[in-house]
């Protein structure tokens, strides 16, 4: 089953919360949409086909979509997914990424700065400032994205083999279900049954980044989602992600995001002054961008 709620909405795009509960192995019927799309999973993972070439989505890796692409769904591990989809018009999406903005490539890597850019997103939504406050950051996680999707980051799936995509999609599982072997790369290597250096080479050439350089991600990521609920011990979170005490944290986190965890909190948690009501004709799925509400 598939609901959506939007968040916040213009002529030229439109936020909504989608959440999906389907669990089927095989891949859906095929959809044809006819906007820009970029869609980021807040929970869950699920996979997509476009183009002939499959994908797995989670947290860590979002998808570009682009006017009449036809794409296919499966939801193999089920519990399913919630994610924030950003549906644009073509006339916005190029005022970004230019005439020839078309998405080079399908997936791209969610690095702390563009996980951080969309939590962003979605607590401006709070703030019930559309025209200004959720616009400008909107704006900010477009150019994330499409910088992404530019840069030479070895976009997932495209340059390894059948055999390397399945073990780090496999890795990655084991790291974003926080497997007591996840803790370390050769407890990893021997969950698995590969080598801790055929291991490590995959997760370079499938992913772009170090195994190590992905666990911290994903660390970083769950430290943003206790901050963003308020938690107040640092002390506490250090302990329950596994860094070594609330100084690693600190210094993980300004790593990776040019932040404190105090000043991410406050970033993460503005002054609301309540939803906004959408203008009327906004709320229709019809309106601006069409067809958002029949799949992500």
């Known amino acids: 089953m598939l609901t959506s709620t939007v968040l916040a909405g213009r002529p030229g795009f439109r936020i909504t919360a989608v959440s999906c509960r389907d669990d089927h192995t095989r891949w859906s019927q095929a959809e044809v949409r006819e906007d820009y799309r970029v869609v980021l999973v807040r929970r869950g993972r699920f996979r997509r086909r476009a183009a002939g070439a499959p994908a797995d989505v989670d947290p860590t890796v979002a998808y570009l979509g682009a006017p009449g692409e036809e794409e296919r769904f499966a939801h193999p591990a089920g519990g399913g997914d919630e994610c924030t989809s950003i549906s644009l018009t073509p006339a916005l999406w190029q005022a970004v990424a230019g005439e020839d903005g ?5 997936s791209v890597y969610v690095d702390a700065r563009l996980d951080l850019a969309h939590r962003r997103v979605l607590a401006a939504t709070r703030t019930g400032d559309v025209d200004h406050a959720v616009t400008e950051e ?5 150019a994330t994205a499409i910088g992404q999707a530019g840069d030479g980051a070895i976009p997932p799936g495209v340059r390894s083999g059948r055999e390397e995509a ?3 999609a496999a890795a990655r599982q084991a790291i974003g279900e926080a497997h007591p072997a996840s803790e370390g ?3 990893l290597a021997e969950l698995l049954g590969v080598s801790p250096y055929r291991l490590s080479r995959s997760f370079t050439r499938e992913l772009g980044v170090s195994l190590t350089h992905y ?3 994903v660390r970083v990521g769950r430290a943003l989602d206790r901050l963003g609920e308020g938690e107040d011990s640092l002390a506490a979170l250090a302990a329950d992600l596994g860094f070594s005490d609330q100084a690693h944290l600190c210094r993980t986190m300004r790593q990776y995001l040019g932040h404190t965890p105090t000043a991410l909190r406050r970033i993460l948690t503005p002054r609301s002054s309540g939803q906004q009501r959408l203008p009327a004709g906004e709320g229709d799925p019809r309106g601006g961008t069409e067809g958002l509400t029949n799949r992500k």
């Not at 909107?138 to 477009?142: A, C, D, K, R, T």
């Open 138 to 142: 909107l704006l900010g996680l477009l």
């Open 102 to 106: 078309r998405p080079a490539r399908q």
């Open 166 to 168: 399945t073990l780090v």
């Open 215 to 217: 666990r911290n991600r």
């Open 185 to 187: 790369l050769l407890p």
